[in-house]
């Protein structure tokens, strides 16, 4: 069912169609008291193509590049509010969700490890992991680009 600004689910259930149509989504923690089978991970689409300023943990659709030259596709965890902030990353693999742990999380080395177990490949095939966010950040030019080391 194609995706539309109505759209409420897990994020874990997110595909890639969703984030070709809005490559934006944002918690809908403002809605867990009117449906009971919402909860914090529950996402919707974000309608703006552009990623304002002042926003707080949005999933923004993005192309990755594992250091083997193999191309993904998922999300990376964005915050403008302040300085911008890039989060935990999330291939889209099959019906499968890969964590990719931001830099510097407590369990990267451990996490790293499984997503490349996941993907079956090895860590070195993986990592670094780069990314290009698919949408632009308010008032820049292009595309924000970062890595998973």
Same mark, same amino acid.
């Given at each position: 069912?194609?995706?539309?600004?109505?759209?409420?689910? !897990?994020?874990? /259930?997110? $595909? !890639?169609? %969703?984030?070709? @149509?809005?490559?934006?989504?944002?918690?809908?923690?403002?809605?867990?008291?009117?449906?009971?089978?919402?909860?914090?991970?529950? @996402?919707?689409?974000?309608? +703006?193509?552009?990623?304002?300023?002042?926003?707080?943990?949005?999933?923004?659709?993005? %192309?990755? $590049?594992? =250091?083997?030259?193999?191309?993904?596709?998922?999300?990376?965890?964005?915050?403008?509010?302040?300085?911008?902030?890039?989060?935990? *990353?999330?291939? &889209? /693999? *099959? =019906?499968?969700?890969?964590?990719?742990?931001?830099?510097?999380? !407590?369990?990267?080395?451990?996490?790293?490890?499984?997503?490349?177990?996941?993907?079956?490949?090895?860590?070195? /095939?993986?990592?670094?992991?780069?990314? $290009?966010?698919? @949408? &632009?950040? /308010?008032?820049?030019? +292009?595309?924000?680009? *970062?890595?998973?080391?």
């Amino acid at each position: 069912m194609r995706p539309s600004l109505k759209t409420r689910k !897990p994020i874990d /259930q997110l $595909t !890639p169609e %969703d984030l070709a @149509v809005f490559p934006v989504w944002e918690f809908t923690l403002d809605e867990e008291e009117d449906d009971d089978e919402q909860d914090e991970t529950w @996402v919707r689409p974000h309608a +703006a193509k552009i990623v304002g300023a002042g926003l707080y943990s949005l999933s923004v659709a993005a %192309d990755f $590049t594992a =250091s083997s030259g193999q191309a993904f596709t998922g999300f990376v965890d964005v915050t403008t509010a302040g300085q911008f902030e890039s989060g935990h *990353g999330v291939l &889209l /693999q *099959g =019906s499968g969700h890969i964590f990719i742990p931001a830099t510097g999380h !407590p369990r990267a080395a451990k996490e790293r490890k499984a997503a490349a177990a996941a993907l079956g490949m090895k860590e070195s /095939q993986v990592f670094p992991l780069s990314f $290009t966010l698919r @949408v &632009l950040l /308010q008032g820049e030019a +292009a595309p924000r680009h *970062g890595e998973f080391a």
